[in-house]
């Protein structure tokens, strides 16, 4: 299965939806974000186009942690962001201190 996360305009994660390797020719999970931009176009038949779609990895395989409503996606180090976490300046993880 491949999980996108489409973003708003401020790269908050409105939502996370899964869809079949199949619909994106990578039906032995092998190819990752290659697969990026055909499940975009998957994406768009589905929801219409003008959204935005990053893909996320659920083993955190890449773009850090899975991306989950009311995080964000960090364009600079191409990472998704839970919510109340921060980056330090190198792309690191910052836990919270509370």
Do not use: C
Request: proline residues 4%; aromatic residues 10%.
């Amino acid at each position: 299965m491949a999980h996108f996360a489409e973003l708003n305009d401020e790269n908050e994660v409105l939502q996370v939806v899964v869809i079949n390797n199949e619909d994106i020719n990578d039906a032995d999970n092998t190819r990752g974000l290659l697969a990026e931009a055909e499940g975009i176009t998957f994406l768009e038949t589905l929801y219409g186009s003008g959204k935005i779609w990053k893909q996320s990895s659920i083993n955190e395989n890449f773009r850090g942690t899975h991306a989950i409503e009311g995080g964000t996606y960090n364009q600079e180090y191409d990472k998704f962001v839970p919510p109340n976490i921060e980056l330090d300046e190198n792309g690191d993880y910052i836990p919270p201190t509370d």
